[in-house]
T-cell receptor, first 109, second 112 residues
Framework: AQRVTQPEKLLSVFKGAPVELKCNYS??????LFWYVQYSRQRLQLLLR??SRESIKGFTADLNKGETSFHLKKPFAQEEDSAMYYC???????????FGTGTRLQVFP | EAQVTQNPRYLITVTGKKLTVTCSQN?????MSWYRQDPGLGLRQIYY???????DKGDVPEGYKVSRKEKRNFPLILESPSPNQTSLYFC???????????FGPGTRLTVL
């Protein structure tokens, strides 16, 4: 079954600390994975897609097929990173996005 | 400006009173989808449409209807709302086969 698991509901860190938001997936084919972010009172927006191998706002995510993981990392958290983060898996046949339950990141000054 | 719009943004209604939440996109996207967002459950897909006149059920379609008569519009219809449909609803669109979905601002619905 296709599934995305984000084990942490809340992650709290101090400014400047490293951050890792965990995401594990279950998918039978070749996965397409994304991180979406939702800042307070704003719409969801794409942060990262694994195929781009890019770094956005200092965040990176590497697809590990062996561990079926796509963890989101940032070496030095900033207060403006406080938001809800969703890991998502795309079903290539239907364009459906399967979301995890989300992790709220709180960065304290 | 390329965007997905939803109306209304906030709605309080009573059980059983039919309502429609509109979704419109001006990007000529084929794919459109509705999600509901609930605490601890994340986003769950209600219905999606891969093109005009083509709609299909998502993970939580019970109590909802949709239609896709025009490419730009994808309204969500609650024929007889119930309190368990109190939620935050998001519409999204994307070009067919494209991996990024563009989300609307959300509609917060409360059913009393």
């Amino acid at each position: 079954a296709q599934r995305v698991t984000q084990p942490e509901k809340l992650l709290s860190v101090f400014k400047g600390a490293p951050v890792e938001l965990k995401c594990n997936y279950s998918y039978s084919g070749s996965p397409e994975l994304f991180w979406y972010v939702q800042y307070s009172r704003q719409r969801l927006q794409l942060l990262l897609r694994h195929i781009s191998r890019e770094s956005i706002k200092g965040f990176t995510a590497d697809l590990n097929k062996g561990e079926t993981s796509f963890h989101l990392k940032k070496p030095f958290a900033q207060e403006e990173d406080s938001a809800m983060y969703y890991c998502a898996l795309r079903d290539g046949g239907t364009d459906k996005l399967i979301f995890g339950t989300g992790t709220r990141l709180q960065v304290f000054p | 400006e390329a965007q997905v719009t939803q109306n209304p943004r906030y709605l309080i209604t009573v059980t059983g009173k039919k309502l429609t939440v509109t979704c419109s996109q001006n990007m000529n996207h084929e794919y459109m989808s509705w999600y509901r967002q609930d605490p601890g459950l994340g986003l769950r897909q209600i219905y999606y449409s891969m093109n005009v006149e083509v709609t299909d059920k998502g993970d939580v379609p019970e109590g909802y209807k949709v239609s896709r008569k025009e490419k730009r519009n994808f309204p969500l219809i609650l024929e007889s709302p119930s309190p368990n449909q109190t939620s935050l609803y998001f519409c999204a669109s994307s070009p067919r086969g494209y991996n990024e979905q563009f989300f609307g601002p959300g509609t917060r619905l409360t059913v009393l």
